[in-house]
């Protein structure tokens, strides 16, 4: 089986040599690049299953580097931040990054977000029943079910859930999701967002107050785990 490519782009040597001995000791094929256009260049030649792009490098910009990867480069980008840059990460998220990493990160955690993001990739064609533990859609039906029980849901709690579930593993920003369930004038409703998340919560999570399948990412948004981790 030909193992799973992933681009490294970071221009900081121990991060960089951190990853490529973690993702190689988990069987993982690693390619790397120290500054944002050979990042490109090599995203290009090589295009790998994932990657990892560092927001701050020292030619290009990251955001530059992932608007250029997202006119064409279609799998996984997970996004390796510093801890304070909270308004990029989420102008990245928003710019089609799937998911991102705050330095410094455990490696569980590391591994984790790449299974989730190349999750996402495989269950991207049409199936008429999303199924993940304990849960499922029917999107001919539009129906939910929770361990064969039928959860009733409203509209807008139907179509905030698919949408997250859709995007299983990655992050979707609360602008994001503002936008696309209630439309552009409700950018800023942001406590919309938080009532129609604990109503889903209270009839999906076996434990609403500790949701293992709608995770909160404090300040960015919401991300989806149908096979919890
Ligand atoms: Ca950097």
Known sequence: MNKTQVLIIEDEPALRTMLEI???SNNYSVHQAKKGKDGLIMAENHPPDLILLDLGLPDIGG?????ELRTW????????SVQKEEEEIIRALD??????????????ELLARIRAALRSVISEDYQPVLQFSGLSINLEERTVKREEELVKLTTTEYNLLLLLAKNE????????LLR????????????????????LRKKIEPNPNDPTYIITESGVGYRFLGMFG
Do not use: C, E, M
């Not at 955001?63 to 608007?67: K, R, S």
């Open 73 to 80: 480069f279609t799998n996984p980008i997970i996004i390796i």
């Open 180 to 199: 696309t369930i209630w439309g552009p004038g409700f950018i800023n409703q942001a406590q919309y967002l938080r009532v129609f998340i604990a109503q």
């Open 95 to 108: 710019n089609g990054a799937n998911d991102y990493l705050s330095k410094p990160f455990r490696t569980g």
């Open 22 to 24: 973690t993702l190689q």
């Open 63 to 67: 955001q530059q580097v992932l608007a």
């Open 169 to 176: 593993g990655k992050v979707l920003t609360h602008a994001f």
